[in-house]
């Protein structure tokens, strides 16, 4: 059983940048995937952010354009979101996740196993 924490999130104003962290409480190795997604206000579903795999897979939601860097210390056993150029559109409830491998639909919600309880960030104009 895996617990998931996020923290790092908060208020900043378009351009601002912030770090997200997930910390998971057992030993998360390089073949495991772990992911970022979001919620916004008002919607019920959820955005895929960032995913981070085996063998330096990574992948972006379209919506990041370079402005998300997804990363992970495994001695750690902490997972990262370096958000910059933030946006008020990207004002949502983000949410760790985790899945045993990335394969197949990366952005399948019921894939990934384990979740986080969310950190939210708030993007002012």
């Known amino acids: 059983q895996m617990h998931l924490e996020e923290s790092g999130g908060g208020s900043v104003q378009a351009g601002g940048s912030l770090r997200l962290s997930c910390v998971a409480s057992?030993?998360?190795?390089?073949?495991?995937?772990m992911g970022w997604f979001r919620q916004s206000p008002g919607k019920e579903e959820y955005e895929g952010v960032a995913?981070?795999?085996?063998?330096?897979?990574?992948s972006y939601g379209d919506f990041v354009k370079g402005r998300f860097t997804i990363s992970k210390d495994n001695t750690k056993n902490t997972l990262y979101l370096q958000m910059d150029n933030l946006k008020p559109e990207d004002t949502a409830m983000y949410f760790c996740a985790a899945r045993p491998y990335c394969s197949g639909d990366i952005w399948s919600r019921r894939e990934f196993t384990y979740w986080g309880q969310g950190t939210q960030v708030t993007v002012s104009s």
């Open positions: 057992v030993y998360v190795d390089n073949n495991n995937c």
């Open positions: 995913a981070i795999g085996r063998d330096g897979f990574i």
